[in-house]
């Protein structure tokens, strides 16, 4: 009888360096993994490997200057406003010093009230709504996050005190009413939401970018780049470069899939994760700031869970194997539509973390088994 689930394990992985190629790495590893740990590789066994590990493989890259190359190339001229960033000294405040430095008029960043996209705070109290646009003079200005401690507008008006200016706004429709530079230059700053934003923004008249047309193409023939992405998913590298999303993804996880099967003998599905879609309960932050969580999985990681809740049909009195058996691939119970790399993803992220656990990848088995699967 079978007493194990779903298991998650971390795999340690070699330190892998720029222009590596890391698929025959990871099919080895895992192989001796499973050797030394004593566990054997299952059908329908799923492989996730972390962006930031295909990505610096790739060697995939953007200096600060590449950034601001970028940039001027979409403002060549004139004052420009950032509207509604993250609050984040990883994330954003790398890209920040590039954008700056590349546009050639003032630079007005516009932050979202009463909270960033992904939930971080901007003011004490989320309901005390007010119409206007707010500026250095407002308390926002010296608002301190609860959980870093940090005064964000400040640490992103200090990269160059002559050039920026801070204001604060609710939403989207308020700055379209209280903006009044004459410059309707913006670049839109927000992950999730800036196709929409964008959208609105030019039909009203303005020049619109949005991070995911950052260094969208090499600036330099041995420059990084994004083309669907371009900035956004991007992440400190050291002081003088960013790390962006990596390319190619569907290439590198097909091959995985092809290489771990030569090396063992079983097909596995692969995907490749970032941050996990998920909510910290006690500050509201969402984690998500990559622009999705999997950017690329095998065909077998398609669409959403089917399961039956084993707790309804205990309590119903049905026949409980019966009823799980003749759902096997069937309905998918609950009113949140899920998908498969979406809960993946996050499984993956949670069980990596990413501190110094040195576990890029993940191998996860059991999750397509039923109650009643051998």
Request: charged share 20%; with cysteine.
């Amino acid at each position: 009888m079978r007493y194990s689930g779903v298991v998650a394990r971390g795999i340690r992985m070699p330190l892998i360096k720029e222009g590596t190629d890391i698929v025959p790495v990871i099919a080895d590893t895992l192989a001796q993994a499973a050797k030394e740990e004593n566990f054997s590789f299952k059908e329908r066994g799923i492989i996730g490997v972390t962006e930031s590990l295909v990505a610096r493989s790739q060697g995939n890259f953007v200096t600060l200057k590449d950034i601001s190359a970028s940039v001027a190339r979409l403002f060549p001229q004139g004052d420009v406003t950032l509207f509604s960033p993250i609050f984040s000294r990883n994330r954003f405040l790398p890209m920040l010093k590039g954008i700056v430095a590349g546009i050639k008029g003032k630079v007005h960043i516009v932050f979202s009230l009463p909270s960033d996209e992904v939930g971080n705070p901007s003011c004490e109290d989320p309901y005390a709504y007010q119409e206007g646009l707010f500026g250095e003079d407002s308390p926002y200005f010296s608002f301190v996050h609860p959980i870093t401690g940090m005064n964000y507008p400040r640490l992103y008006k200090d990269i160059d005190p002559q050039k920026i200016t801070i204001s604060f706004v609710w939403g989207l429709d308020n700055f379209l009413k209280y903006f009044n530079n004459p410059h309707k230059q913006v670049l839109v700053c927000t992950v999730h939401n800036r196709q929409a934003y964008a959208k609105k923004l030019a039909d009203k008249g303005f020049k619109v970018h949005t991070l995911a047309d950052i260094c969208a193409q090499p600036v330099r023939p041995e420059s990084g780049f994004n083309a669907e992405f371009g900035l956004l998913g991007s992440n400190y590298s050291n002081e003088d470069r960013v790390k962006l999303f990596p390319r190619d993804c569907q290439t590198f996880v097909d091959r995985l899939q092809q290489a771990v099967e030569a090396k063992t003998g079983v097909r596995p599905e692969v995907l490749i994760y970032g941050d996990g879609a998920y909510k910290d309960p006690s500050t509201g932050i969402w984690e998500l700031a990559d622009p999705l969580v999997s950017p690329a999985a095998t065909g077998g990681l398609s669409g959403m869970p089917h399961e039956t809740k084993l707790k309804s049909l205990i309590d119903s009195g049905a026949d409980v194997r019966q009823a799980v058996q003749a759902n096997a691939g069937g309905q998918a119970l609950g009113t949140t539509p899920r998908r498969l790399t979406d809960l993946l993803g996050s499984l993956c992220d949670l069980t990596s973390g990413s501190g110094d656990k040195g576990t890029p990848v993940i191998y996860v088995t059991g999750y397509f088994d039923n109650y009643y699967t051998d």
